[in-house]
């Protein structure tokens, strides 16, 4: 079995039945596995308080498997980091044939990507912050001569700020790539933008208000996200309407140009001349207390439990594959090799009537 994605077949739903029975993916075995709790429960209880048949399930603790088996109609995945949000579990969704929400399996992986995704941005014209791939000690000379100090060092498939180190120091980025490659082994250098750091939260092709961060520590982290409460967010975030209107148009290149859809996030850093520098996108942001696209959302009048309704609204783009439709090939393939089999028997019998004759 399997889905087919038809993005004109996303549509507004009127109650909640029409979903059908929901299961909420969250938890997992990656490195954000408590914000990913976090996440799901929250998410989970917007779902109910809106009366949709949702339920908690955790893949680290059950098979996949176990959701057709238990006639799931569709998956909302509040799963983040690799294994949740890298198009692994969008694949098997995709086997199994349960529609799901958010990015599928291409744009999921690439916009886990960090490195491809710059890549892609570039090609649309979407400016980026420069950075270098390293592969180890070798490269260690040629980051620092092209990006100068400081830089930052990135695992380029983590989220959450994870495994990422600010090199002030050319004797401490060797310290700063071991701890970005015990987490993976493509890790890249990146130059340190000292400007601010907007985000744009993008829901349905629609790219909600920017929000502008500010955080007392050295850059927006792990713990600045997720536990502080000194951390800043501004939403409107002060620029002009037509800065405001150019951010968005490079978060939406940015998101399209890595094949993501549903709903999501495209960061940025403003450099000194005021020019927005890609920094990710996120196919599966968080949806803490803290979290940026909730924020954005109020700001529209959207408020949590709306905003996790029309996230569940996009698993609509992709549905299972009409059978008829995957047989009728098979079916002409066979009937195909059974008319080329019986030319095949009648051109020989011929040929043997022949060779009798004479």
């Not at 710059?118 to 620092?144: I, Q, Y």
Request: aromatic share 8%.
């Amino acid at each position: 079995m399997r889905l087919t994605y038809d993005p004109r077949a996303e549509r507004r739903v009127a109650a909640p039945g029409e979903f059908g029975r929901v299961a909420v993916l969250y938890g997992g075995d990656s490195s954000e596995r408590e914000i990913s709790l976090l996440s799901g429960n929250a998410v989970l209880e917007g779902l109910r308080r809106r009366g949709v048949d949702a339920h908690p399930f955790d893949p680290r603790d059950r098979p996949l498997d176990e959701l057709p088996l238990r006639r799931f109609a569709r998956v909302w995945i509040a799963l983040h980091g690799p294994g949740g949000e890298d198009g692994t579990l969008q694949g098997a969704l995709e086997y199994l044939g349960v529609p799901y929400t958010g990015s599928g399996v291409m744009g999921s992986a690439i916009g886990m990507d960090k490195v491809r995704t710059k890549r892609l941005a570039l090609s649309v014209g979407v400016a980026s912050a420069d950075f270098v791939v390293l592969r180890g000690e070798e490269d260690f000379e040629h980051a620092l001569e092209r990006l100068k100090l400081p830089l930052i060092v990135k695992p380029a498939t983590q989220g959450s700020s994870v495994g990422m180190s600010k090199v002030e120091r050319a004797a401490d980025l060797p310290a700063a790539y071991a701890v970005a490659a015990k987490l993976e082994t493509l890790v890249f250098a990146e130059a340190w933008i000292p400007g601010p750091e907007y985000t744009v939260s993008i829901l349905k092709d629609q790219a909600l208000p920017s929000i502008r961060i500010e955080t007392p520590r050295v850059f927006y982290d792990y713990e600045a996200k997720y536990f502080r409460d000194d951390t800043r967010y501004f939403c409107p975030s002060g620029l002009s309407a037509s800065a405001e209107a150019h951010l968005a148009s490079l978060a939406l290149a940015a998101f399209e140009a890595a094949g993501a859809s549903g709903w999501g996030r495209s960061d940025f850093m403003m450099d000194a001349a005021g020019r927005p520098l890609l920094l990710e996108i996120n196919t599966i942001p968080g949806m803490t207390s803290h979290s940026l696209v909730p924020m954005a959302a109020r700001a529209i009048g959207v408020d949590f439990d709306e905003l996790v309704w029309r996230v569940l609204e996009t698993s609509f783009t992709r549905r299972p594959a009409d059978p008829a439709r995957a047989k009728a090939p098979a079916k002409a393939k066979a009937s195909a090799t059974r008319k080329a089999a019986a030319k095949r028997k009648a051109a020989a019998k011929r040929r043997a009537g022949s060779r009798g004759k004479a």
